[in-house]
Structure formats: structure tokens, C-alpha cells
């Protein structure tokens, strides 16, 4: 929960600092200093400041609301009235990954690494790679969709906040999507840093793909070729219960029995039912 429970707590030190610098600057109730007119901005400002990370706060915790910020299913983009109506959010976020994207090229990091042959794994800024996907998987939903498809029908968008998996029914579709669209070129798999969402989406990738037996398996693939990734609890355990209701049930299911696929017993033979052997003793 730890990388959860980091991106929790930064909305609510947003929320919390723009507080307490209004109760700081905010003249005291029934008192008769005049107040002007950008003062009385600036005041706002911190206020919508402190209710809208809070807001925000509140819905990640509850892992809902990703739709609030309006970005497009088909295109990936993020209308104009999104950045008006929530750029409090936005722009923080957009500085915080910009200067993150800065650090990394610093560390030798790329913005996407391919982790198996055809596959990507990276973050926001994949785009700058150059490269036109066969399919294109993106796990964000405050960012736009910078990256382009080959086909109109190259996209998949699954909203999640920062930190927060997909459900394993939204594992399931990315798999199903991803693979099918690896046929056809490379995939793309990204959220905002390359960290998180995406790998936790590139694991049961690999495995749908049959490239790996297990999640764990793949991680450890995923780890060699792109170091930075990691998986917090939840990741985890979404991706177990992502393997054991659909990859490891249905095995089972498909696994034949010693009868050729039949899950009952052979009939007896005529010859067994009036008593006779199917070939006779030697006398």
C-alpha cells in the first residue's frame, strides 16, 4: 500500500497547505479591514485549492471518480473545460511528471523499454519515441493521449488513479485487447511514469501472450529489462486474482481427463455387459 498510500497523501498536503495558508491570510470573522480585490483572488484561489485536492483526495481513496476529469474513451483526449474547471489539479500534476520525466533522462531511464519482443512498457511520454503502435494501452486518466495508433481502433483507455490497479475484469480486456493487436506490430502498454499501472497491465500481458507461466514470473522478466518498475499490494493482488479466475481456472477447465475430454466414465462394452471377454483365453 505504500505507493498508494504516497500519492494519497500528497492530495492531502495540497488540500491541507492551501488551508491552512487561507486561515493564515484570511482576516478574522467581524472584522472591518477592507480586503481589495486581488487579495480577495487569492483567497479564492486557496480555497477551491484546498476543496478540490481534497475532492480528489477523497475519490482516490475510494478508488471512484475517475471520469470526473472528462478525458475521451476513443481518443484519449482531455477537453479544454477539464483543464479550466480542474487546474488545480492538473497543472501540479502535469508539473510534478514533467520534472520526474527530466529526472529520469537524467538517470539513463527511457520512456519506454521494450520488455519482450514487441511489447513497450513506459510512461507518458512514450510518444517521444517516435514509433506508430499497433496498440496502445493507456492506464491514466489526468494526462492526454500523446502516443499514436495505426488504426482508429488502436486504442484502449482504462482509467485509474495514480497507484490504483485496474480491476481484473479491466486486466482481462487490456489482455485480450493487447494481444490481439500484437498480431499486427508493437504494443504499448503506459500510465504516467512507467512505473505502477502499466507494468501491473505488461505482467498479464506477457502471460496471456503465453510468454510466462505466472505474473510473478513475468515481473521478474519486466524488472531485468526496465528496473524502475514496481508493484504495490494492491497490483499484487489484483493480478493474483486476475490469474486465478482467469488463466489458471480456465487451464483447469481445458485440462482433458484420462478418457480423451469426457467427464464421465467409458460405457461398458456389449461384450463386458452380457459377461463375455474381449478376447479369449487360451486353452
Excluded at 519482443?117 to 496498440?135: D, V
Amino acid at each position: 500500500m505504500g505507493t498508494v498510500q504516497g500519492v494519497y497523501m500528497k492530495y492531502v498536503a495540497m488540500s491541507s497547505i492551501s488551508y491552512a495558508t487561507l486561515y493564515a491570510l484570511a482576516p478574522e470573522v467581524g472584522s472591518d479591514e477592507a480586503i481589495s480585490f486581488p487579495f480577495q483572488c487569492v483567497l479564492s484561489l486557496l480555497a477551491y485549492l484546498s476543496l478540490l485536492n481534497g475532492i480528489i483526495a477523497m475519490l482516490f481513496r475510494m478508488e471512484e471518480g475517475m471520469e470526473l476529469l472528462g478525458k475521451e474513451a476513443a481518443t484519449g483526449r482531455v477537453p479544454p473545460w477539464s483543464y479550466v474547471l480542474f487546474v488545480g489539479f492538473h497543472f501540479p500534476t502535469w508539473l510534478y511528471t514533467r520534472l520526474h520525466g527530466f529526472q529520469d533522462k537524467a538517470n539513463g531511464i527511457a520512456v519506454a523499454d521494450e520488455v519482450a519482443q514487441g511489447w513497450w512498457l513506459g510512461g507518458r511520454y512514450g510518444n517521444e519515441l517516435g514509433k506508430t503502435w499497433a496498440g496502445i494501452v493507456d492506464l491514466t486518466c489526468e494526462f492526454p493521449e500523446l502516443s499514436k495508433g495505426k488504426t482508429s481502433d488502436a486504442y484502449l483507455l482504462l482509467r485509474c488513479w495514480d497507484g490504483v490497479p485496474p480491476s481484473p475484469a479491466q486486466l482481462e480486456e487490456a489482455t485480450e485487447f493487447a494481444v490481439r493487436k500484437r498480431a499486427t506490430g508493437d504494443i504499448l502498454v503506459h500510465c504516467a511514469h512507467g512505473r505502477g499501472r502499466s507494468t501491473t497491465v505488461m505482467c498479464a500481458c506477457l502471460v496471456k501472450q503465453g510468454l510466462f507461466k505466472s505474473w510473478e514470473d513475468a515481473f521478474v522478466a519486466v524488472k531485468k529489462k526496465r528496473p524502475v518498475v514496481k508493484l504495490n499490494s494492491r497490483m499484487r493482488q489484483a493480478l493474483t486474482t486476475w490469474q486465478e479466475t482467469y488463466i489458471t481456472s480456465q487451464k483447469a477447465a481445458d485440462v482433458p481427463n484420462q478418457w480423451g475430454g469426457c467427464a464421465c466414465a467409458p460405457r461398458e462394452s456389449v461384450f463386458m455387459r452380457k459377461g463375455f471377454q474381449r478376447y479369449p483365453s487360451k486353452v
